[in-house]
């Protein structure tokens, strides 16, 4: 969230208002599927059998392209114009993700780790 802002931020003050809106629009579709997918997985109970939770994973996967390619098509109907930056802070927030991954230092084979 704070590089969608800092984005918005950065874009408006150096290319003016319409293009400071396209990039907040931008780092929302990056960020409402993503919280879309994280909510249809994580918000179930640990209760719940293997095949249940995968099914939740590929519902919250399939929900979450469709929802971005809404967005973007309506991000395309919206700011024709300023898409350039639309893209750049969809990229930037989508690029945060691996990041803070690599910082962490995630290990796949360290099976002590609690998530």
Do not use: H, S
Not at 3 to 23: N, P, S, Y
Not at 75 to 87: D, P, S
Not at 95 to 112: I, K, R, S
């Amino acid at each position: 969230m704070g590089i969608l802002l800092i984005a918005a931020l950065l874009t408006g003050l150096v290319w003016g208002r319409a293009q400071a809106i396209a990039a907040l629009y931008g780092g929302l579709v990056a960020l409402i599927p993503t919280a879309y997918f994280a909510y249809r997985v994580f918000a179930r109970r640990k209760t719940q059998d293997p095949g249940q939770m995968l099914g939740a994973f590929y519902l919250g996967e399939f929900g979450k392209l469709g929802l971005t390619a809404v967005l973007f098509w309506l991000g395309v109907a919206l700011f024709a114009k300023q898409f350039l930056a639309l893209m750049v802070t969809y990229a930037a927030c989508l690029l945060a993700y691996w990041l803070v991954l690599a910082w962490l230092g995630f290990d796949w084979t360290d099976e002590t780790k609690e998530f």
